[in-house]
């Protein structure tokens, strides 16, 4: 099992910015991957970023540009970036970690979420 503990989240005005963290532990030899999903009220939930052990990285076209996740491996922690934040950011914010195809179709291991309010 991988644990995951997200922090981060909070209100912020549009065109602010936030950064999350995510840190893993447990059985993390498990996993090559980590991301970040997003569920807005009445959405779906939204893969927003992924980052593999290698360092590649992916994101949704709605973030790309403002955006960005990276990684500590030392810390076993994962880290997203969000500069020009938007009302429409407004979400829970998820942390997962899992296979790189996992995180895409479907994590494995899912944080406990995190709220960020972007204010108009």
């Known amino acids: 099992q991988v644990q995951l503990v997200e922090s981060g989240g909070g209100l912020v005005q549009a065109g602010g910015s936030l950064r999350l963290s995510c840190a893993a532990s447990g059985s993390i030899f498990s996993i090559n991957a980590m991301g970040w999903y997003r569920q807005a009220p009445g959405k779906q939930r939204e893969l927003v970023a992924i980052i593999t052990n290698g360092g590649s990285t992916n994101y949704a076209d709605s973030v790309k540009g403002r955006f960005t996740i990276s990684r500590d491996n030392a810390k076993n922690t994962v880290y997203l970036q969000m500069n020009s934040l938007k009302p429409e950011d407004t979400a829970v914010y998820y942390c997962?970690?899992?296979?790189?195809?996992?995180?895409?179709?479907?994590?494995?291991?899912w944080g406990q979420g995190t709220q960020v309010t972007v204010s108009s």
């Open positions: 997962n970690a899992g296979t790189q195809i996992e995180l895409i179709v479907g994590p494995r291991y």
